[in-house]
T-cell receptor, first 116, second 110 residues
Framework: DSGVTQTPKHLITATGQRVTLRCSPR?????VYWYQQSLDQGLQFLIQ???????AKGNILERFSAQQFPDLHSELNLSSLELGDSALYFC???????????????FGQGTRLTVV | GENVEQHPSTLSVQEGDSAVIKCTYS??????FPWYKQELGKGPQLIID?????GEKKDQRIAVTLNKTAKHFSLHITETQPEDSAVYFC?????????FGPGTSLSVIP
């Protein structure tokens, strides 16, 4: 158990809908990172937050947004969903910002999103 | 744009043999190179990392080497065991960017 909690584990929704994925980082970790993993794209870095502020942005679509709250949990919002958005979405956390992975980063178990 | 190439995409070895996975990166600003192991149904787990001021690092059966001039880094697993079977990802990281390789599926045959 990495200490990073993601909910829900599975999500099935229709095209055009909006969903919110939630991540609770390890206790004491200030940085949260979001990644998308699909079969043909590998691990894609989406966005990083550090202590509530956006720190780095990767290949995140405009239909996607994220935020980190004062209690350090983070939410990834995906809207106007398309079939191609079906993927595993991972959250990771680390203590320091450092690089976008920082020092050791711990990944959650992921949320499997299926868009039908 | 910047990318990380990783080879091979699949690798099968006999238990007890060594496995080597190689990555090449393009962003010369990359200065931190972690390796992650992802088992089925789980999130990636950091197994070893190396910073740009170090050429080699070893942790028991796992070692990583870095050639900054050639922009190559490699993961070496010795005395492989069935529990080493997983997908391995390399990554090249700079201050504001992390790029993962496409992954290598390693199978260790008992």
């Amino acid at each position: 158990d990495s200490g990073v909690t993601q909910t829900p584990k599975h999500l099935i929704t229709a095209t055009g809908q909006r969903v919110t994925l939630r991540c609770s980082p390890r206790s004491g970790d200030l940085s949260v990172y979001w990644y998308q993993q699909s079969l043909d794209q590998g691990l894609q870095f989406l966005i990083q937050y550090y202590n509530g502020e956006e720190r780095a942005k990767g290949n995140i679509l405009e239909r996607f947004s994220a935020q980190q709250f004062p209690d350090l949990h983070s939410e990834l919002n995906l809207s106007s969903l398309e079939l191609g958005d079906s993927a595993l979405y991972f959250c990771a956390s680390s203590v320091t910002p450092g690089s976008t992975v920082g020092t050791e980063a711990f990944f959650g178990q992921g949320t499997r999103l299926t868009v039908v | 744009g910047e990318n990380v190439e990783q080879h091979p995409s699949t690798l099968s070895v006999q238990e007890g043999d060594s496995a080597v996975i190689k990555c090449t990166y393009s962003d010369s600003a990359s200065n931190y190179f972690p390796w992650y192991k992802q088992e089925l149904g789980k999130g990636p787990q950091l197994i070893i990392d190396i910073r740009s001021n170090v050429g080699e690092k070893k942790d028991q059966r796992i070692a990583v080497t870095l050639n900054k001039t050639a922009k190559h880094f490699s993961l070496h697993i010795t005395e492989t065991q069935p529990e080493d079977s997983a997908v391995y990802f390399c990554a090249a990281t700079s201050y504001d960017k992390v790029i993962f390789g496409p992954g290598t599926s390693l199978s260790v045959i008992p």
